[in-house]
């Protein structure tokens, strides 16, 4: 199961496999989720052993080799741009699983599957498609180590204070074209004329995006690359065809032998008018025309009237018969003739040849060109963030080494951006003492966004974008997990419930007390009482066990005794108005916990036929005057029982001692370690 979230969280849609050892894993692989299958246990000895310099462990380097030998000796593939092979170190990045992405909406809505209104839609304003890539990646690899993430920040503020700087930025990334991906296509030979403008057009607005970085002070290096400018300037048509077997790759005053081919393929106007001369001379017709067409080719014509001045000597063959004159080809011109024709073949084959020169020379820059690609999509990047911080509000974040939250006025960008109505930023304040916020409230009153919105802010602070809130101050999180909205898996055989309950148990198993828990709801897929039971359960777990920061909303309102029963609980609610019936969400986020969820309300606003309502409002009624009889409460974590005459007893009197009203939690657990060491 490891295996299988891990693939599913980077998106693979190919495995290659040495055995088939594990055929259930197999089958889940390439039945459920559509992943291609392939076998390969051989190793590429010797070739590409530069790309394994920098890998010390041998797992690691049989793995690359297995690779590299299907890539290459099966697929046919030619790797040689690959620069080396890289570990990827997960400690250096907050982690997420896939359904933390897709429960975020961070690279696609839940509902339809969609880019428009995720949050990479809201973020991207990036110029170019390789620094859309970098982004949507600093998005999904957030990192960890507060340095980076402030030398992010750091940038952003560069950015926007020298804005005129960073319009013009903003404009030459725009003319820049997708560099990584014309130098795949370069080592895979399928690079064009027009792809090689591309490169062209690209590279002339290197030196003054070098400039402008330079004076902002910007880490990013950039290589000019002038000597593959002017080569492609001086070879590359401005108009080339898609074409490679066409002709007009090449510019003329490239090569003198394309030149001299050129001349002939056109007809020679010196050599037209140097025969004409030498002809009118021999035949003594003033008149006489030499020319040349791409239809008839080479001739000569003669007037009607002059017809008797041709000689049988001369050898003219009749060619064409206008109205008012002849058309002849003499054997010099048949000779010409044959050297055009010749002439276009050879154009289009040494063309061909210039154009891969030109090629190989470009591969010979493939490193250099990647890596200023990846400098600029990086710079494209930052500037994205630098727009977001002015265009949607943000502010920089302080990163603490405490387990501290504090997010005052904070927003949920994407809502924010969408909903039609005023946004109502909210708080959220945890201490360290504070482990868990108890959400209650009714229905849609923003409970989720509430969420969702903690998580973004998380997210977009530690990918170095600034974030949607008046004043933020947070840690740096390891492992963020959500269990927010109602899905199955039918696929797998698995229901709504037995989704949530392993989505759980995968946030309680792997969570550290660094991490971020989000659970909406949990529970709800069950009876009444199994779901209230596992809710207190799992809350119990979380802060006695892992301690580390859970949003938790729920609708099991009994759960709201816990907060003076397990220290690190806190109540908040979403408040509602409710007058004459009617019910008013404000969205905003109070402490102290209800008891009530408005469901019929809910029930009405979304127009239920009116004797639903009428009798769910009876029903109601009759449920909560039996629930009031039975009192119902949660269970306690732990009853002690005394006699009704108890003799004296050390741990007996020690608890008698104690004023729970005027005791602080770590005094509380202090008590506790003593009453256990006196009971062994």
Known sequence: EEIINFLLNINVKEVIFANEDNPELLSILKSNYGIDIN?????????YEYLLKDIKDMRYSMGVKHLLYYLVIKELKDVSHFQRAIIINNDEYLEMDVHTRRNLELNETIRLKERTNSL????DQTKTAMGSRKLKEWLNQPLKDINKINDRYDQIEKINTEFIIKEELRKLLAEVYDLERLGGKVICGSLNARDMLQIKNSIAQLPIIEEYIQQIGLPYKITKQEALFNL???????????????????????????????????????????????????????????????????FIEVSKGQLSAIKPEFGWERRQTLTNAERFISPLLKEKEALVLNAEEKIIELEYELFNQIKAEIRNHIYELQDTANAL???????????????LNLVRPQLVEARHIEIIEGRHPVVEKVNRNAYVPNDCIMSELVHTLL??????????????????????????????????????????????????????GESTFMVEMKEAQRAITNATNQSLILFDELGRGTATYDGMSLAQAILEYINQNIKCKTLFSTHYHELTDLESMVAGIKNVHVAAIEEAGEITFLHKVKNGAVDKSYGIHVARLAKLPPAIIQRADNILKIYES??????????????????????????VEKIRNVDPLNITPIEA????????????
């Open 669 to 680: 657990m202090n008590l506790l370690y003593e009453l256990k060491q006196l009971d062994k």
């Open 439 to 492: 959400i209650t409230g009714p229905n849609m009153a923003g409970k989720s966004t509430y969420l969702r919105q903690l998580a973004i802010i998380i997210i977009m602070a530690q990918m170095g974008s600034f974030v949607p809130a008046k004043k933020a101050q947070l840690p740096i999180f390891d492992k963020i997990f959500t269990r927010i909205g109602a899905s199955d898996d039918l696929v797998a």
């Open 39 to 47: 076998y390969s246990n051989e190793y590429l000895e010797k070739k």
């Open 626 to 651: 039996e629930d009031k009889r039975k009192s119902h409460k949660i269970a306690e974590q732990c009853v002690l029982v005394f006699d009704e005459e108890p003799q004296k007893n050390e741990i």
């Open 377 to 391: 999509a990086e710079l494209d990047a930052i500037i994205s963030l630098a727009v977001d911080a002015e265009e």
């Open 232 to 298: 492609l300037a001086a070879g590359i048509y401005e108009n080339p065809p898609i074409g490679l077997k066409e002709g007009f790759l090449i510019k003329d005053n490239y090569n003198a032998e394309l030149d001299e081919l050129k001349v002939i393929r056109s007809g020679g106007k010196k050599f037209i008018s140097e025969l004409e001369a030498q002809e009118r001379a021999k035949t003594g017709i003033k008149t006489l025309k030499v020319g040349y067409t791409k239809v008839f080719g080479y």
């Open 120 to 123: 990479i839609w809201l973020i």
